[in-house]
T-cell receptor, first 113, second 114 residues
Framework: AQSVTQLDSQVPVFEEAPVELRCNYSSSVSVYLFWYVQYPNQGLQLLLKYLSGSTLVKGINGFEAEFNKSQTSFHLRKPSVHISDTAEYFC???????????FGTGTSLTVIP | NAGVTQTPKFRILKIGQSMTLQCTQDMNHNYMYWYRQDPGMGLKLIYY???????DKGEVPNGYNVSRSTTEDFPLRLELAAPSQTSVYFCASRPPGQGNQPQHFGDGTRLSIL
């Protein structure tokens, strides 16, 4: 099975500052990696995904993530955050031969004006 | 395009009551999933289905049942509600074919057991 660790449960950051949300995964097989965002009282929405190829993946709303196989990490970054980025962010992993997704415990991003 | 629709959005149950959480998708997705989300715990998979007539247990199936009689619907049944089942429940679906497709989520059902 796979597992995901999100190292920070809460990340406060000032508006227009850069942010990095950390995600590490564990798996004995090749995986697909995903970042989802959840706004209050809503379901999860896909931000970006890594399938194969280029290790730098760009997503919606100016977010990007870098896959690092040697460090088994998939950290999410944004160079300049907005108030509207305040939300819960989840990293998820799925084996390329499996059906189940495994989610991290989430990181609550709060953007401070 | 409705996507994944969950009903009801909110519900309060008494201990021992039963109920069914409904999930419907109109995207012709083969794969469907039920998760529960508890504070600080992320999403835990309850059950999933790879197609009509096929269901499998996830990480936390105890106390729940599912059925998949059609491609569109994947209801989740609580037979004897317990306080530990107070949670937010999310249904998700995924397209068939390539295995690298992400999931599409509903807006959730917030369930309280008192």
């Amino acid at each position: 099975a796979q597992s995901v660790t999100q190292l920070d449960s809460q990340v406060p950051v000032f508006e227009e500052a850069p942010v990095e949300l950390r995600c590490n995964y564990s798996s004995s097989v090749s995986v697909y990696l995903f970042w989802y965002v959840q706004y209050p009282n809503q379901g999860l929405q896909l931000l970006l995904k890594y399938l194969s190829g280029s290790t730098l993946v760009k997503g919606i709303n100016g977010f990007e993530a870098e896959f690092n196989k040697s460090q088994t990490s998939f950290h999410l970054r944004k160079p300049s955050v907005h108030i509207s980025d305040t939300a819960e962010y989840f990293c998820a992993v799925r084996a390329n031969t499996g059906n189940q997704f495994y989610f991290g415990t989430g990181t609550s991003l709060t953007v401070i004006p | 395009n409705a996507g994944v629709t969950q009903t009801p959005k909110f519900r309060i149950l008494k201990i021992g009551q039963s109920m069914t959480l409904q999930c419907t998708q109109d995207m012709n997705h083969n794969y469907m999933y039920w998760y529960r989300q508890d504070p600080g715990m992320g999403l835990k998979l309850i059950y999933y289905s790879v197609g009509a007539g096929i269901t499998d247990k996830g990480e936390v199936p105890n106390g729940y049942n599912v059925s998949r009689s059609t491609t569109e619907d994947f209801p989740l049944r609580l037979e004897l509600a317990a306080p530990s089942q107070t949670s937010v429940y999310f249904c998700a679906s995924r397209p068939p074919g390539q295995g690298n497709q992400p999931q599409h989520f509903g807006d959730g059902t917030r369930l309280s057991i008192l």
